[in-house]
């Protein structure tokens, strides 16, 4: 449990939206600055108790958001101009220091934000970034009033930020990725959606890129009227292929990027909402989905399905690992029982898995049987859609290597790294050379050193 230190207050944490950023940071498209950091970074929570310092005014039973800067220094050139976020000392929630995805956590009071009244805790937690970088990115643009804006990539932030631009007279055009953002987009009051390659309906005074994808830059260039601005929205950005001057630039066209926020932009971006009723779209998840269930099946002629599910509960114990032996399967492939037979046992196998689960069906489901192809087929037939099945080339190659490495106890420390025997009943060969695919370099785990292969059998 934090305690909460000088100026910070501790705070019981209601709801906590997921950003890109969290992903970038568990995934390690950047760089670790505290090794096994808990991220979340649009937290909701209540003041359950005060530091021995300034609180800012906050007391206990307060509702207030924590976003992602966390402290500046108030003393460089940046902070003393009202650039805070520009700050070489600044430091990031769920970062730097532990965020929130955890029960409790703790923030500078004076990086604590006051709420608007009238919305949950849930719809309240995505504004905390996903908000308001979409309105610091909007104010980059330095959009005109009545102006057109383009928008590229149509979630969490975008969805948000084209509702202040709305709201402010602008004509919204979006180029969303697929058909249920295309929906939201248009019912939200945008003029047009269309692929983000098309030639825009009108030429744009500003656009936003919130897809983390450099290639857009080039389109969203092009589609900009003489003067317009590109304010790209993301932290992390592919590479940008090369521009021409004539296409992309002249006429005063140009490009701005967006980094972090100042409070200052968080308060009137917060003073906004309480102003204007905002449509916040979230699916929400129980905590738990946080934690995966994963079911694991297996027949009684392979122990693989053991092997994995013991391994998955070792190194990951929050996951809900649900193991069902479908004892007679193997034998019945063998002797050849009719497909209606093999299907009725495959039923029963995910019938089990399901009481098991209290009727919620798993994540993803790991198959320890697939030397039979069929079975495969077999599985995908009664399994939920939603759940993603891995076979044992796949979750050697793909799954569990990509849950471990997500998993950020395992994140950025390869000496820590157990040697990791996988068995497999395929061919040891190419299970290892398609793991080293995804194992990805040194930086990211040192996976390839950390694994082996063994043939399961003769
Ligand atoms: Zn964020
Ligand atoms: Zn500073």
Not at 66 to 73: D, E, I, Q
Not at 131 to 139: C, N
Not at 168 to 180: E, F, I, L, S, T
Not at 321 to 328: F, K, N, P
Request: proline share 7%.
């Amino acid at each position: 449990m934090p305690r909460p230190r000088g100026h910070e207050v501790l705070l019981q944490v209601h709801a906590c939206a997921v950003c890109r950023t969290d992903l970038h940071v568990s995934e390690g498209d950047l760089a670790v600055h505290r090794p096994r950091v808990v991220p979340g970074h649009e937290v909701v929570g209540e003041v359950v108790e005060l530091g021995p310092g300034d609180s800012n005014g906050f007391a206990v039973g307060d509702r207030v958001g924590v976003a992602w800067l966390r402290h500046t220094c108030g003393q460089c050139r940046y902070c003393l101009r009202g650039r805070e976020n520009l700050c070489p000392q600044s430091l990031y929630t769920g970062w730097d220091v532990d965020g929130g995805y955890a029960e409790f956590t703790t923030v500078p009071a004076a990086f604590a934000y006051r709420l608007p009244a009238g919305y949950t805790d849930s719809e309240l937690a995505p504004l905390l970034c996903a908000g308001i970088i979409g309105y610091r990115a909007l104010l980059r643009t330095d959009l005109p009033a009545g102006g057109r804006l383009g928008i590229y990539g149509f979630g969490g932030s975008a969805h948000l930020t084209a509702q202040v631009a709305l709201a402010r007279g602008a004509r919204v055009h979006v180029m969303p990725r697929g058909a249920r953002a295309r929906e939201l987009a248009l019912a939200l009051g945008s003029s047009s959606a269309q692929g983000s390659r098309d030639m825009p309906p009108e030429p744009r005074d500003a656009a936003i890129l919130f897809a983390p994808v450099g290639d857009l830059v080039l389109p969203a260039l092009a589609a900009l009227d003489r003067g317009g601005v590109l304010a790209i929205a993301g932290i992390h950005l592919t590479d940008i292929p090369s521009l021409n001057y004539q296409r992309h630039l002249f006429q005063e066209r140009e490009i701005r990027s967006v980094t972090a926020n100042t409070r200052a932009d968080a308060r009137d971006f917060l003073a906004f909402v309480a102003e204007h009723r905002v449509e916040v779209t979230t699916p929400q998840y129980p905590q738990k989905f946080l934690t995966d269930r994963i079911a694991v099946f297996g027949t009684t002629r392979t122990v693989a399905s053991n092997v994995y599910a013991e391994e998955i509960r070792k190194r990951c114990p929050k996951v809900t690992v649900i193991q069902q032996v479908c004892s007679e399967l193997a034998g019945a492939i063998e002797a050849g029982a009719a497909e209606a037979e093999l299907d009725r046992l495959v039923e029963a196998g995910i019938a089990g898995v399901l009481r098991q689960a209290g009727g919620e069906p798993p994540h993803r489901a790991i198959l320890g049987c697939t030397h039979f192809p069929l079975v495969e087929h077999l599985f995908r037939r009664h399994l939920p859609p939603a759940t993603r099945i891995l076979s044992q080339p796949e979750i050697v190659a793909d799954s569990l290597e990509d849950y471990l490495a997500r998993h950020p106890r395992y994140r950025g420390d390869p000496a820590s790294l157990p040697r990791l025997v996988l068995l497999t009943t395929g061919d040891p060969e190419e299970a290892s050379a398609r793991a080293r695919v995804f194992a990805g370099d040194a930086a990211r785990g040192g996976w390839r050193d950390a694994l082996s292969f063994e043939r399961l059998g003769a």
